[in-house]
């Protein structure tokens, strides 16, 4: 009796260690079930049934158990006969289990052979542990990995990608350059390469500033600044960007537009530049030498007040893409992959940024494409209306004369001129542009003004200004029209008889401008509602670098202002106390600096007692253009942030929107 007590005690104190130790102990025969001959509580608790209900329901068989999981019961004979067979002490393997609940339990099996023997069968003790949290722990840990695996790709790939865009505005001021130093003496063409330097430069810098803000790598937060731009200027930096690659390859590049209004909006520029590009490079990417790229801009009504809804449309006669394709197109770090483009460069990001970059603008991205024979990017987005614009001449009188071979370019000029006051006849070849002109000759009348586009099927530009010449009086402007470098084609254009260039896609600034110049005397002079000049205006200028200091003094002394300057913020604080109220219009505000840094001279300057002291507008001027650096100028209590390098144009863009 004293020696079954015993065993009683020992059997309880054993069951309750191993409950607390929450792990689940068990006999089992080595037979075709695994039957159970014993286990602890916490097995039961485990599995959710009591031992009474396994016994009933399952026989204290673990194969009917796991009936539902065949698979489960064919690894665990395999693994378990594998270690018997080769006389290993014991074995080990995890595997999911429903419980009782209908939940799924994952637990790590431990057995160990013995040398005891029931009724001729071999005896396995098997121990149980629920492991579900650590599964959860290494799910967690294998998704963290695969995600720090992710940005580190997107690292590379990012990188990847920048180096190739900085490549691309890098050639064409290397190449441009070039052209300025081969044509020193020809003052039109040096400032046309100069123009074009200055264009590139700029979208240089804003990818600079993309690169030097690792934040956006690891977080991928890309930021939209809106400010003011000119859409004949984000297009015509475009085209000189997209004109090397498309002249490289020999394709033929259009521009054209479509009920286009509205010209000066406000948006992201780099941004906005940023599809553009990746876009129509893609398209020149993968389309074949001598192939079209056509990109299209069309101004809708919006929804939303005093903006309009922008369409551009890129389509290409590349190679198109497959079908099953279409749907991963705008994945991050995908190409497609086959024999036609695996020799194209590129990391795959570009399609993903344009989307992201889209979404951020609040519009939308779609593609349509026809294996073998091209691609349509369709991009909609919404853009504010800016007030500001341009003022048209009047062009009451004039007689133009439009040829393209594009029908839709014809229509489009042909009703801008008509807005403008001038009579339009249109012709889409060379030679009914010929004969138009030779009627108007014999009916007495001649026109003032052909705007000829250089590439037509037929008779091509030269033919049709060397034929035109016979036909109209020498004295009679031709225009070349094109979105072709006017460098590339300028001695044969002119040999030609054409008088000069106006680069496509043709705005109603463009055309004003273009008209102004080559018909000058006959019309009064074309002026822009810009950001009021400076005249009368007193700005104080914070700035410790005496270069920094001599340029913007220069520039600001270019739009009439008058300037005075401090060499610190200290200094700058101590002007701004010891003038009278009203004395200074603005306060351009260097944040970098000895003594006292612009954010807290901004903070002093704003706490002085004196009525204009919070009133005041102050730009901070800084290299540092990262996100939080914006952040932090707008906490001192600046209103606006203008980055460095600044020229005459952002400066005074920034100061005419608070004078």
Not at 207 to 221: A, F, P, R, T, Y
Request: glycine residues 6%; hydrophobic residues 40%.
């Amino acid at each position: 009796m004293i020696k079954n007590y015993a065993n009683k005690v020992m059997d309880y104190e054993y069951n309750a260690f191993m409950t607390l130790m929450n792990v689940s102990v068990s006999k089992h025969l080595f037979d075709e079930h695994f039957t159970v001959l014993w286990a602890n509580d916490y097995f039961y608790q485990l599995i959710g049934y009591t031992k009474d209900e396994y016994e009933a329901s399952f026989h204290n068989h673990v194969d009917e158990y796991f009936k539902n999981d065949p698979d489960a019961v064919a690894l665990m004979g395999e693994i378990i006969t594998k270690a018997y067979q080769q006389q290993e002490p014991g074995y080990e393997f995890e595997c999911p289990m429903q419980v009782k609940s209908g939940k799924t339990t994952w637990i790590r099996v431990t057995g160990r052979f013995t040398d005891e023997i029931f009724e001729g069968i071999p005896v396995i003790y098997t121990i149980y542990t629920d492991i579900t949290d650590l599964k959860a722990m290494q799910r967690k840990l294998s998704e963290a990995l695969k995600m720090a695996e992710s940005a580190n790709r997107a690292k590379s790939n990012f990188l990847s990608q920048m180096s190739h865009d900085i490549r691309t505005p890098m050639n064409a001021i290397i190449g441009m350059t070039e052209i300025a130093a081969m044509h020193i003496n020809d003052p039109t063409k040096t400032q046309d390469c100069l123009k074009k330097i200055a264009l590139s430069s700029q979208h240089l810098l804003g990818l600079i500033n993309d690169v030097l803000d690792m934040s956006k790598i690891e977080s991928g937060n890309i930021v939209i600044n809106l400010e003011h731009v000119s859409l004949p200027s984000i297009l015509e930096n475009v085209v000189a960007i997209m004109q090397p690659t498309v002249k490289e390859r020999k394709q033929q590049f259009d521009v054209r537009l479509l009920h286009v209004e509205h010209e000066e909006l406000f948006s992201d520029p780099l941004r906005l530049r940023q599809i553009f590009i990746n876009i129509l490079s893609n398209a020149s990417k993968f389309t074949p030498e001598g192939g079209k790229i056509t990109f299209e801009v069309e101004e809708l009504s919006c929804e939303m007040p005093e903006s309009s809804l922008f369409r551009f449309t890129f389509s290409d006669t590349g190679m198109g893409i497959k079908p099953e394709f279409l749907p991963y197109l705008f994945d991050a770090f995908t190409r497609e992959r086959d024999s036609r483009v695996d020799k194209t460069e590129g990391s795959g990001l570009g399609l993903a940024i344009t989307h992201k970059l889209t979404e951020l603008f609040g519009g939308t991205i779609s593609v349509k494409s026809q294996l073998g024979e091209g691609t349509t990017f369709c991009v909609e987005l919404p853009l504010k209306i800016d007030s500001l614009g341009w003022e048209p001449i009047s062009c009451e009188g004039l007689k133009v004369l439009v040829v393209d071979n594009d029908i839709d370019v014809c229509k489009h000029l042909a009703q801008t001129l008509a807005e403008l006051g001038a009579e339009a006849l249109w012709c889409w070849n060379g030679a009914d542009a010929v004969k138009t002109v030779a009627q108007e000759r014999l009916s007495g009348q001649s026109f003032n003004l052909v705007l000829l586009d250089w590439q037509m099927p037929g008779m091509d530009g030269v033919q049709t200004s060397l034929a035109i010449r016979r036909q109209a009086d020498a004295d009679v402007p031709i225009l070349i029209t094109s979105a072709y470098d006017w460098v590339d084609i300028e001695a044969e254009a002119k040999s030609a008889g054409v008088n000069g260039f106006l680069q496509k896609p043709l705005f109603k600034s463009t055309l004003c401008s273009g008209i102004q110049r080559y018909l000058a005397g006959q019309l009064p002079v074309l002026q822009k509602i810009t950001s009021p000049q400076l005249q009368g205006r007193r700005i104080l200028l914070v700035e410790d670098n005496l270069l920094n200091r001599e340029i913007a003094v220069e520039l600001l002394s270019s739009l009439g202002a008058s300037v005075e300057t401090a060499a610190d913020g200290a200094i700058g604080v101590a002007q701004f106390r010891q003038s009278s109220e009203g004395y200074y219009d603005l306060v351009l505000m260097d944040v970098q600096m000895p003594n006292m840094n612009g954010y807290e001279a901004t903070r002093q300057i704003r706490t002085l007692p004196r009525q204009d002291s919070s009133t005041i507008p102050i730009i901070a001027m800084t290299a540092d253009a990262f996100a939080e650096d914006v952040e932090a100028t707008r906490k001192a209590g600046m209103n606006s942030h203008l980055p460095k390098p600044f020229n005459l144009d952002s400066l005074r863009k920034e100061i005419g929107r608070f004078l």
